[in-house]
């Protein structure tokens, strides 16, 4: 964009600059929305419960990790929302304002839900942890003896 608001450029180069923002705004909006749609219809067709929002995220990533979208299609629109992703939070923010005696009323099961949960998962993952470590020598392919034994 800053090439179409320079002094110099012509009228027809600022035609183009202007063309291939908006088409590359465009052209990644609606990679992002068929992502959402298609993630919205497997939800419906799938016997449990996942929301479609979180299965079309899964399939942006599967199709940016196998390079089947390239990662300049969709940039200049991801950064569109992630410069102004806190816009999208205030109806949220709004939503807890209106409860808010509803929230004061029960502060108390929820900061021991939060702090419960959190000191859960974070002792689960100290186990899983150790376990790993201690499981994954054990698992190696070739052992210093098996070394010694090979021809």
Same mark, same amino acid.
């Given at each position: 964009?800053?090439?179409? =608001?320079?002094?110099?450029?012509? @009228? ?9 923002? %908006? ?8 990679? %992002? ?20 929002? @979180?299965?079309?995220? #899964? @399939? ?7 390079? =089947? ?9 991801c950064? =569109? ?5 806190? #816009? =999208? ?6 939503? @807890?304002?209106?409860?808010?005696? #509803? ?10 839900? &939060? ?8 002792? #689960?993952?100290?186990f899983?942890?150790?376990? &790993? ?8 392919m ?10």
């Amino acid at each position: 964009m800053k090439h179409f =608001l320079a002094k110099h450029a012509t @009228i027809k180069h600022r035609l183009y600059s202007l063309y291939y923002t %908006l088409f590359s705004y465009s052209r990644g909006l609606v990679i %992002l929305t068929l992502c959402l749609w298609v993630g919205k219809i497997i939800s419906k067709i799938l016997p449990i419960m996942i929301p479609g929002s @979180i299965i079309g995220l #899964l @399939i942006l990533f599967l199709l940016l990790t196998f390079q =089947l979208i390239p990662t300049c299609w969709i940039k200049n629109s991801c950064n =569109l929302f992630m410069r102004y992703m806190t #816009l =999208l939070f205030i109806p949220a923010a709004m939503g @807890i304002m209106d409860n808010y005696s #509803l929230l004061m009323q029960n502060w108390v099961p929820i900061i021991f839900g &939060c702090v419960g949960s959190s000191l859960i998962i974070l002792i #689960l993952s100290a186990f899983l942890t150790e376990y &790993c470590h201690k499981v994954a020598p054990n698992n190696s392919m070739i052992s210093p003896q098996d070394e010694e034994n090979q021809p």
